[in-house]
């Protein structure tokens, strides 16, 4: 039996409302029929992630500059205030958990270690737990991982713990699970392998890995340790680099308009002040702001999103405000080419090594 959910049935009809969920899945719960519950399961993916962005803006237009994961705060900062506003992976992995445990799914978070992009590929080590998905055993014995606050490059839908099984993800993009150790695991026995997840952009290309995890189920509070660093550090690209990744969903080919089932077919994306769309085949800038004001403009445009006066003033001195006098551009370079640059903090200057997953 699934643990119970902090949300109560009002507030999980309120959210599935807030999706624009189908009606006629709307009452649906956990069956503990497999084929209909990752139905739905893959639905409700859908629907999450093109309603609900990945985006960490909590933590830039914010007077304190911190944020909460907290999912009663996510709750009411997404589905009560509906602003278009989302959460980065903390916040709306740790929400949806309580979410699918609410409508009876077993799901249980687990953390995640990535690469970091170099030059646009994940390359190098992989780092400390700095992210997390959920995962579900339904009832005929399958596993699955679902992960709805990665950004770019990550899964449209749920993903089946099987070895080398690649499934279509976005445009001509698939990705995979693969099982086996990392480079830097030194107790290796059958049952320290890990979930490799990997994509490619075309069925020619090689396969990059990008992040890894076990099926050991972390707890909430290890998430508000590692939130801590992922919000906070100087290192962490979290705190100079604004990023928000909303995935767009249509109608499946051959679906009914009124019945039928939705499917993502691109993602819409800002990085800084780069305004970025994706529909399925290559990537391109369609608004480049230079100002707080456009960029609030182009928030409300292509996001849907808005903003308090108080969030709006909480930018002002902070790194990532653009200024349109030049002064962001060291901030504004970071994770367009996913180089090491230097940031500032005020009158200090330090280096970080990282890049956004978009």
């Not at 959910?5 to 006629?24: C, G, M, T």
């Not at 990059?208 to 050991?216: D, P």
Request: aromatic share 12%; with cysteine; proline share 4%.
């Amino acid at each position: 039996m699934a643990v119970p959910s902090v949300f109560s049935e009002d507030q999980i009809a309120a959210y599935l409302r807030y999706l624009n969920f189908p009606e006629h899945l709307q009452h649906q719960r956990w069956s503990g029929n497999a084929s209909n519950d990752i139905h739905f399961l893959g639905q409700l993916h859908v629907y999450m992630i093109s309603t609900i962005p990945y985006e960490n803006l909590w933590l830039h237009y914010n007077p304190t500059h911190t944020n909460s994961i907290k999912p009663q705060d996510t709750y009411t900062n997404i589905v009560s205030n509906a602003r278009g506003r989302g959460g980065y992976c903390f916040q709306v992995s740790i929400f949806f958990n309580h979410i699918l445990r609410g409508l009876g799914f077993p799901a249980y978070l687990v953390p995640v270690r990535i690469r970091h992009r170099v030059d646009g590929i994940p390359q190098g080590d992989y780092s400390g737990w700095v992210h997390l998905v959920n995962l579900i055993t339904l009832t005929d014995g399958t596993k699955w991982a679902f992960d709805v606050g990665f950004g770019g490059d990550g899964a449209t839908a749920p993903v089946q713990l099987v070895h080398d099984r690649p499934q279509t993800n976005l445009g001509s993009q698939e990705i995979r699970l693969w099982h086996d150790w990392i480079p830097t695991q030194l107790h290796r026995t059958e049952a320290t392998k890990l979930w490799i997840y990997q994509y490619r952009n075309s069925a020619n290309q090689n396969w990059n890995s990008f992040y890894a995890f076990s099926e050991a189920e972390a707890t909430e509070q290890d998430f508000f340790n590692l939130n801590w660093y992922t919000g906070s550090h100087p290192e962490s690209f979290q705190t100079f680099t604004c990023i928000i990744v909303k995935f767009l969903r249509r109608p499946k080919h051959g679906a009914q308009d009124k019945d039928g089932d939705q499917e993502i077919f691109g993602k819409r994306m800002l990085i800084n002040g780069v305004v970025k769309e994706n529909l399925g085949g290559k990537t391109k800038v369609v608004e480049d702001c230079k100002t707080e004001q456009e960029r609030l403009d182009a928030l409300e445009e292509w996001f849907s999103m808005t903003f308090t006066d108080e969030e709006k003033h909480g930018i002002r001195g902070w790194g990532t405000e653009l200024r349109g006098d030049g002064s962001e551009g060291v901030v504004a370079g970071l994770g367009v080419r996913g180089e090491t640059w230097q940031i500032r903090r005020g009158k200090d200057w330090q280096r970080a090594w990282t890049s956004p997953s978009t």
